[in-house]
């Protein structure tokens, strides 16, 4: 049976839109085995599984293959008429386990629950079947928002897991979460990260709201520009980061995430376009503000509005481009009765050398 499927098809009933909820410590003693221990020693469990008796092992045989054609109902009428048969405590408990993949399938959750559980009160498995089903108790749990039972099934699992996957650490940072404790979520989402064999863009998407909910700047931009660099293409993670460092007052570090992301054509919101520009004027970088506002007023993603018209008008006279910036006065002063635009154009005229444009203005 292919559990690790079926793990991940669980794992997303359950990795649905998440809220935020108040700070709680994580401070506790733990066991040897715990997930969190640095130099965890998880308990010795036999991986050796009883023999089958020949009888038993072809009837499972017809069981699978009828699992494998979809005759659901026809597994599971040959599994229940096994109980009745004479059976070892371990073909029990396989009996029991191949039951509640049936019941999966049928989407049957509760009647799972109550087969996996038997299963592994059994305790007869192999250790590598005795710790999937245990992972599938906890997958369920989740999958009907039961935190502490998920919880509680995480536990027994990593008990006899020497190195547990990556999907069992979001599992329990997921619960944990929705129990309200997203600090004591946050070093399994971390680990869950860390050992991913892939980037999860909504793994770190969760520890990176923890971090920034708990304005924990610096390790949230470590985790942005993680997001950056494998979804460059995506706007709002050079706008997170930036924002991060506006956070810690690091105006440079800000301006030069959303420099990446322009020049990655990652940047086209309007709004982070104009605090490209205000950000650069501020840090007297004056022609790339002015350059990135008339590039963007020019294809029509920035309006050329009173507002940005005279941010456009700041940036040119600041780099001295003074051409630039008498065209932008007399596109204002088309829309707008100001006769200081007049003064201003004659002052940068003056600067040009040019009398004859003075006295035109005037």
Known sequence: MNTSRRHNNLLKLWLTLLVLF????????????????????????????????????????GVADRFGNKDLEGAMDSLKAMLGWNLSKYERAVVHQFMGFVYVQQNDVDAAIKA??????????????????????????????????AIDSLMQFYKFEQDPA???????GI???????PLKALPYI???????????????????????????????????????????????????????????????????????GYKNNAIDKEET????????????IPYQAAEIMQNNMDSGLVEKNEENLRLLLGAWTSAREFDQAIEIID?????????????????????????SGIKDAA
Not at 127 to 142: E, I, P, R, W
Not at 175 to 181: N, S, V
Not at 242 to 255: F, H, I, N, S, V
Not at 342 to 355: C, H, P, R, S, V
Request: hydrophobic share 40%.
């Open 331 to 355: 596109t204002l002063a088309l829309m707008l009765n100001d006769g200081t635009l007049y003064i201003q154009k004659a002052m940068l005229l003056n600067e040009k050398g040019d009398w």
């Open 190 to 260: 971390h680990i869950a990260n860390q050992k991913a064999e892939k980037p999860k863009e909504n793994w770190l998407q969760l520890e990176l709201a923890i971090l920034f909910i708990n304005k924990r700047y610096d390790e949230a931009i470590g985790i942005v520009k993680q997001l950056a660099t494998y979804w460059p293409d995506k706007e709002q993670y050079w706008e997170t980061m930036a924002g991060a460092y506006m956070e810690m007052q690091k105006d440079t570090d800000a301006l030069a995430a959303l420099n990446l």
């Open 116 to 149: 996996f559980k038997t299963c592994v009160d059994y305790n007869e498995l192999s250790n590598s079947q005795h710790q999937g089903t245990v992972f599938n108790l906890a997958s369920l749990y989740g999958s009907q928002e039961k935190w502490d039972l």
């Open 166 to 172: 990556a999907e069992s650490y979001i599992m329990a």
């Open 175 to 181: 619960a944990y979460f929705q129990k309200g404790q």
């Open 22 to 61: 108040p700070q709680y410590s994580i401070s506790e003693s733990l066991p040897k085995y715990h997930p969190l221990q640095e130099d965890r020693v998880a308990i010795e469990r036999s991986n050796a599984a009883p023999q089958m008796s020949y009888n038993v092992n072809k009837k499972f045989e």
């Open 273 to 284: 376009l104009e605090n490209l520009a205000r950000l650069s004027f501020y840090l007297d």
